[in-house]
Every structure is written in C-alpha cells, then in structure tokens.
C-alpha cells in the first residue's frame, strides 16, 4: 500500500510518500516541499490542484493522510491553510482516494509517543520509524512524512481505492 502524507500551508506545502509493505513495515520512496509565490487565491488554488494531481499520477496512493486545520492566531493565514487544504482534497477525490485527518498533537503521538513533541524529535524519529538518514528539505517534508506513518498507523483494511 502506498500512502501520501500532506503537510498544508498557506504557501509552502509539504508532501512525504511511503510503502506500507509485508508486517508493517514502512519504506520511504519520496518526499518534497511544493512552494509558490503566485499572487492570488484563483492562480495559486489553481497550481496546487495541478501539483497534487500530478503527484496522485506519480506515485498512484492507496491512502492520503493530511493534517488538519488547527487554530490559527493569524485568520488570514488560517484561510489560506483551509483553501490550500480544499485544494489538495478536491486533487484526491477526483482519483477517490480516501482521506483520513489527523490533528497536530495525534501525529507528534504516533511518531514521537509525545503529542507535544518538537519538529527537531519528529524529525529524528522519522528518520528512525523510515531508516532513512536526515529527511531532506524543509521541516515541511519531514511532517509530511510524519502524517504518512501516522496514517499507516491508523489505516484499516477497508482503506483502498
């Protein structure tokens, strides 16, 4: 099975793929970090439809996990996570992809065993859980990869195409 974890924000989004293989165990293939600075809700809502679409084709996931929108102090940044977050979930379900959510402190959870856990010890225990050295790139692609364990975690055998 193959799972594609998302990391939503306002203008960089991070996404990490795995392989739920034979007894669970998990194997990187890819991770990144798409990044825009279009002006304008319509041509960026636009770009990350086309992105993640082309990621679904790339990579042909099983299951997507993508964090949910937690309390923005910021309301315009808040709005601009959840549209992005629209975005991405409208990309999946023109390939019905189910989609399961997950919550800051539920991810940290899974990966770390601690819900307020730092991205430096989300990070490293990713790098462990995936065998993997230094996850590449931003912070963003190490959550994103966060969110696939967290979904490999919690999937059950009714969560395929």
Same mark, same amino acid.
């Given at each position: 099975?193959?799972?594609?974890?998302?990391?939503?924000?306002?203008?960089?989004?991070?996404?990490?793929?795995?392989?739920?293989?034979?007894?669970?165990?998990?194997?990187?293939?890819?991770?990144?970090?798409?990044?825009?600075?279009?002006?304008?809700?319509?041509?960026?809502?636009?770009?990350?439809?086309?992105?993640?679409?082309?990621?679904?084709?790339?990579?042909?996931?099983?299951?997507? @996990? *993508?964090? /949910?929108?937690?309390?923005?102090?910021?309301?315009?940044?808040?709005? +601009?996570? =959840?549209? #992005?977050?629209?975005?991405?979930?409208?990309?999946?379900?023109?390939?019905?992809?189910?989609?399961?959510?997950?919550?800051?402190?539920?991810?940290?959870?899974?990966?770390?065993?601690?819900?307020?856990?730092?991205?430096?010890?989300?990070?490293?225990?990713?790098?462990?859980?995936? @065998? *993997?050295? /230094?996850?590449?790139?931003?912070?963003?692609?190490?959550?994103?990869? +966060?969110? =696939?364990? #967290?979904?490999?975690?919690?999937?059950?055998?009714?969560?395929?195409?």
């Amino acid at each position: 099975m193959t799972i594609l974890g998302i990391d939503p924000g306002s203008t960089r989004i991070g996404y990490g793929v795995i392989a739920d293989a034979e007894n669970r165990k998990l194997v990187y293939i890819d991770c990144g970090v798409f990044e825009s600075h279009l002006k304008g809700a319509d041509a960026l809502l636009l770009q990350i439809t086309q992105d993640f679409a082309k990621l679904i084709k790339k990579h042909c996931p099983d299951l997507i @996990g *993508i964090e /949910k929108l937690y309390f923005a102090k910021n309301v315009k940044t808040g709005i +601009a996570v =959840a549209q #992005t977050r629209g975005a991405i979930i409208a990309a999946a379900a023109q390939f019905h992809i189910p989609i399961k959510e997950f919550s800051p402190s539920e991810i940290k959870s899974a990966t770390t065993n601690y819900g307020l856990a730092d991205k430096k010890a989300v990070s490293r225990m990713v790098s462990v859980i995936l @065998g *993997i050295g /230094k996850v590449p790139g931003y912070d963003d692609a190490s959550d994103a990869l +966060a969110i =696939a364990i #967290t979904t490999a975690m919690h999937r059950s055998p009714l969560d395929t195409k």
